[in-house]
Structure formats: structure tokens, C-alpha cells
DNA sequence: GCAAGTTCAATCATCATCATTCATAATCTT
DNA sequence: AAGATTATGAATGATGATGATTGAACTTGC
């Protein structure tokens, strides 16, 4: 075998598994340990992989990770996810915010050629090899782990900008409006709102009645809320009556293929 | 069979596969092994196809290849950027430049307690997930393909930052200075220079000498060059004589361009 | 703390691939 | 058609990659 054609098997089958076994490498790809070992090497000594005794394991995201997280995306997420890519329609200009359902959104966008702004790294990397989307990134400082843009820079970076349409997630719900944990992520939310004309809050039904850290912003500010049909019809009574549209995702949809 | 005939073959068939063996090729072809490396020496040096021992690759459109997680540099970019990542110390502000030489340059950055700032998404990929540095990301206009933030919303946030060090990449250098081949990635890359101390280009020795359509900046504006030993001497005086630092990094095989 | 078992880096002989050279064949010029 | 130019294929030595072996460094179990 070639050499590289080794070494990019390597990274594939580490990326996968976040941590391969010399000796699982050595039978997978028919290389005697030798061989395999100077492969480690290379990529270790290039930033692919970080070498340890018996093996190595892949630096950066492993897809275990981010397969997890997909299917960690519960069905209700998904749900509420294509419905809300259903709403918006060729040619708007959406502005996305951070979050593991607003990533799900983002995946259902592809195909529509539309402009997409968005504070959120891996939605931006999700996005970024499509060419009939336009992209538009917000930045500012990278919080760890969700990998969002936040501060400063982002808000005045939003404060130039316009865009027709908020997907927006949240932390919670009650009457006096939505919530955040993260005080930096609620200032940049904040601006984000007053960047667009219309704001679609995407949130799972249990997240109604939560409370958290920081308050975000008042019931008044949101125009739609797509969620999954566990909401109670108390909650959807009090949010309809404070004028929002409630758009429920439900079950009624195509199986998801196994 | 006419040349032409069988080149264009050979990149037919490297288009199809991604990659092809030089045995295989002959084969196929009919044609003796050498001439099949000459072949290839051409298409390589055309910049259609890319050399590695056993036989080659193609290019064409794989610069979207700029998967950060799986590429593999060649040779002389990995020695640059382990050079270029030495040079910056612990605690130290860096900007980091879009390219696939920057790319590399990051790679090797891990570990190190910095603060990274970049307007490269795949670079923002890689280094997201890493808690010992900070990272902060330039948006804008997010350019396919290589995934670069450009356009008047990074140079407005460029204006708001401030960093000790920026690592840049070029399209081409000349006595004049350097050169790119986009208009907004030059409007770009100038702001990045007003906006550190210190500029630190990295640049493959197969650089010196080419122009490309948009001249970026003179070589005042730079501070030190980083670049493989397959830069001439004559190059190098030049640029030593224009007051730049030259740092020369590891080998000795270098491609000489057609 | 010791002994058995792993894992590792270093070395070496072997094999594959490569750049170079040269003689010959094909093609182009005039 | 003769001479010049270029392409081809085989041969050669140089360089790089591979796999086996060895003793050292490390882990594990007691």
C-alpha cells in the first residue's frame, strides 16, 4: 500500500474512535508494527494525533463525538428541526444562533440557496462547502466546547448587520420571557434580536418552565416558537395568548430511515 | 498514443480514484514506467496533479480538500510551520492568517497557552476544542472553498484588535512585495498588518518570484520570512538586503516549477 | 520491590521507488 | 529526404520505505 494512502487510513479509523491500539491498526491495515509505529510518528510529530503508550489517540473533535451528538439530537429535536427549516423559504437571509438544535436546523438548510449568518463554529463548518448557501460568520471570542462566538466583537459585529429572520434557542421559558445561563451569550442573543425583523425560537417542550441564570429578553420580543408536541396545552395557551404563534412539530413525519 | 492523449487519461482516471498508483497506471496505459513519471513530473509541475512516492494524486478542485481534520501538507509546509510555531513563545497574542500553510501552523500551536486569533474557519475548527488556548475568530464574508472570513466585516473587526504577532501567507513575492490573487483577501490581510507588531510570512520557496493579481504590500511591511531551503540564494540576498530575517526551514527536495 | 510481560526506539538488511542518463524511435522543420 | 527536436524505454545508482531483531524503558500483578 501507499504510503500516505496508510497514514490517511490511520487518521480516518483514529478519527473515528477517538483512540486506536497499535495492534488494531497493525492487523487493520496489514503493516507490520514497525511501520505503523513510524506512521504514528509522523503524524504525531505533524499535529494529527498525540502518540501514547500503546497506541494514539486523534486530536480534536473524534467522530464518536460528533455521531453521539446527532443521535444524542433527539427525535423531538429533529422534529422541531425540520419543521423550522420548512419555514423559511428561497432567498432569506436567516440568522442562526448557537445550539445543538439550531446545528440540526442548519443541517436541514442545505439545498435551499439562502444567506445564513451565524455566531456558531460548527455551524459554520457544517455550512461552508455549500456553495448555494452564503455564509456569513459573526465573531468574536470562541467560547469553549460550544464553539460560539460571544462579546464584544460580536455585538458590534450585529450591530451592523440585518437579517429577516432569528433562529434563536434558549435555556428555558416562563411568562416573563426566555433565559440563558451565560451572561455573555445572553448580551450577544440580545443584539442578535435586534438585528432581524421576525424571531423563531426553537426550544423542546422541557424546557418550558425552566429558569436559568440570566434573563434574555421578554415573551414580547419573540414573534414564533416551533416545538414538539409534549408541550402542555397549558403552556401553549399562555404563549398564544401573550401573541406568539406556536408551530408544533410532531410525529406526522416521514420515518427517519434506519 | 499521442501525449496529450495519455495525459489527459492519466487525469481521468486520478480524477475518478482521488488517487492512483504508478503501477497501476502503467498497466493501464500500456506505457513504460518512465514514461509514466515523466508524465506525472508534468502534471505536478502543471499543478494538475499532485506527486507522491508510489504515484500521485489528483487536485483539481480537492482544495476543498481543506478538511482540516485529514490532510496531509507536503513536506516542505510541514517544516515551515513546525519552524513558524518555534518562534512563538508562551502567552504570546497571535493572528493567524487563512491558507493551508497556516493550517499546518496551527496544527503545531496546540499545547501551547496562547491566544489565537484567525479569520480561518478550518483553522477555528481545529483549535476550538483546545482549553489552553483562546481563541478569537474574525467574521465576515465567509469565501468558499477555503473558508475565510473577508469583506468589510472583518476589516471592521480587525480594527478593533490587536495582536504581537501575525502569521500571513501570500500568493506570490517580488522585490515589489507581496502579492494575492483576491482583491477582498488583500483588503484583509492589510488591515491584519496595521493591526500587530510583528509580521511573520510564511511562504513555500516556489513563491519568490510570482505575481499574482493584487499587490497586497511591500516588503517593508514584513519582519521575517519562514521558508523551505529550496529558495535561491539569490532570492535570499534580496530579501536580506530589503531588511528581512529569513528563516530557512529543514530539507533539501524541492520541485523546481515549470 | 521484584519479576513477567508489554511497549518502545534504534539498527540493519532487503526491497521499492525515484531521478538521471543514454541510446533509440518518433515527430517536426526546412 | 536530411537534419533537428522531442518522446520513449531500459539501465543505473541513489534515496526512501519496510519488516525483523535487539536491548532498553515502562506497566502490571503480586
Redesign the interface.
Known amino acids: 500500500m501507499?504510503?500516505?494512502?496508510r497514514?490517511?487510513r490511520i487518521?480516518?479509523i483514529a478519527?473515528e474512535l477517538g483512540f486506536v491500539s497499535l495492534q488494531r491498526l497493525v492487523s487493520e491495515l496489514g503493516a507490520s508494527e514497525s511501520t505503523v509505529r513510524r506512521d504514528l510518528e509522523f503524524l504525531d510529530?505533524?499535529?494529527?494525533i498525540q502518540r501514547t503508550r500503546g497506541g494514539a489517540s486523534y486530536?480534536?473533535?473524534a467522530q464518536s463525538d460528533f455521531d453521539a451528538r446527532r443521535s444524542l439530537a433527539s427525535r423531538e429535536k429533529q422534529w422541531i428541526a425540520k419543521r423550522t427549516a420548512e419555514l423559511i423559504s428561497e432567498g432569506e437571509t436567516v440568522l442562526l444562533d448557537g445550539g445543538t438544535t439550531t446545528l440540526e436546523v442548519a443541517r436541514h438548510l442545505t439545498g435551499k440557496t439562502i444567506q445564513v449568518l451565524t455566531?456558531s463554529?460548527p455551524i459554520?463548518?457544517l455550512l461552508?462547502?455549500r456553495?448555494e448557501i452564503?455564509?456569513?460568520?459573526?465573531?468574536?471570542?470562541?467560547y469553549?466546547?460550544t464553539?460560539v462566538?460571544l462579546g464584544?466583537?460580536?455585538v458590534?459585529?450585529l450591530r451592523?448587520?440585518h437579517a429577516g429572520r432569528l433562529i434563536m434557542s434558549t435555556g428555558g421559558i416562563t411568562e416573563e420571557g426566555l433565559f440563558n445561563s451565560n451572561a455573555l451569550l445572553v448580551e450577544t442573543e440580545r443584539q442578535m434580536i435586534r438585528a432581524v425583523d421576525r424571531v423563531t425560537l426553537v426550544a423542546d417542550s422541557s424546557k418550558f418552565g425552566q429558569r436559568a441564570l440570566s434573563h434574555l429578553c421578554p415573551l414580547s420580543d419573540v414573534d414564533e416558537i416551533v416545538t414538539d408536541d409534549g408541550v402542555s396545552s397549558e403552556w401553549r395557551q399562555r404563549m398564544e395568548s401573550a401573541g406568539l404563534r406556536m408551530e408544533i412539530a410532531g410525529g406526522s413525519l416521514v420515518k427517519i430511515a434506519k
Not at 501507499?2 to 494512502?5: A, F, L, Q, S, Y
Not at 510529530?45 to 494529527?48: I, V, Y
Open positions: 501507499i504510503v500516505d494512502e497514514r490517511s487518521l480516518q478519527e510529530s505533524s499535529g494529527h486530536l480534536g473533535d455566531n463554529l459554520a463548518s461552508m462547502n456553495p452564503e455564509l456569513i460568520f459573526i465573531g468574536g471570542y470562541v469553549p466546547k464553539g462566538a464584544e466583537l460580536s458590534d459585529a451592523k448587520i
